[in-house]
């Protein structure tokens, strides 16, 4: 076995088990550290395939930002993990029939291409920048898909902020406005008390 297949296979096996870890552990913050060993696992695989622009993005993209975020929510707030797991049992049919599909999906692409004998491709020179290819593919062959997604990306961060923003019954917010136009007979309210002489009898 060559030393590039035995990486790949090494790789590859951190990368199915922290994947299979990130579905069964019950501990939420467990499953993003187990989700980042996963993303450092496929870059290492996209760096065998001569795709370092892809990996660097994704580890900084991904878990240099998305994670770190995302652990910093789940550690910040007080998540009930049974109200989340309530509906485990109700969704596992579907959840299976999409695994299936999925799986089908993968042996029919695998099948069709893994006994296809393709040639090696040719080593590429010095100079040769796999992220100057990717650019020019981005922004020529694929602008139109590369716009698409920036919308859905939009539309997404719009909806996402519109359901924060929205007003809650149990929410305290105050206004501005009242606050500025507040008056003295508003907030203070003079009462008026006879003087009270302490008895000596009573000291």
């Known amino acids: 076995m060559e030393f590039k297949t035995g990486v790949f296979y090494f790789f590859a096996a951190i ?26 696992s496929a870059s290492g695989i996209w760096m065998l395939l001569h795709a370092e622009f892809l990996a660097i993005t994704l580890v900084l993209v991904y878990v240099g930002a998305v994670m770190v975020l995302f652990l910093f929510v789940v550690m910040m707030l007080d998540i009930n993990i049974d109200v989340l797991r309530a509906g ?20 029919l692409v695998i099948n069709a291409t893994f006994g296809v004998a393709e040639p090696l491709p040719l080593p590429k020179p010095a100079d040769y920048s796999n992220t100057r290819e990717v650019g020019k593919l981005i922004y020529t062959q694929y602008v139109y898909a590369l716009q698409i997604a920036a919308l859905i ?51």
């Open 88 to 107: 485990f049992r109700k969704n596992l049919p579907t959840a299976l029939l999409v695994g299936g599909i999925v799986i089908i999906e993968m042996y």
């Open 153 to 203: 990306l939009l539309v997404g961060m719009i909806a996402a902020i519109a359901l924060t923003l929205r007003k809650r019954k149990d929410s305290k917010y105050q206004d501005p406005a009242k606050q500025v136009s507040v008056k003295r007979e508003d907030r203070v309210r003079l009462i008026s008390m006879p003087a009270v002489k302490k008895d000596s009898s009573e000291a």
């Open 15 to 40: 990368l199915v088990l922290s994947a299979l870890r990130v579905i069964t552990t019950r501990n939420p913050v467990h499953a993003a550290l187990f989700l980042v060993l996963a993303f450092f």
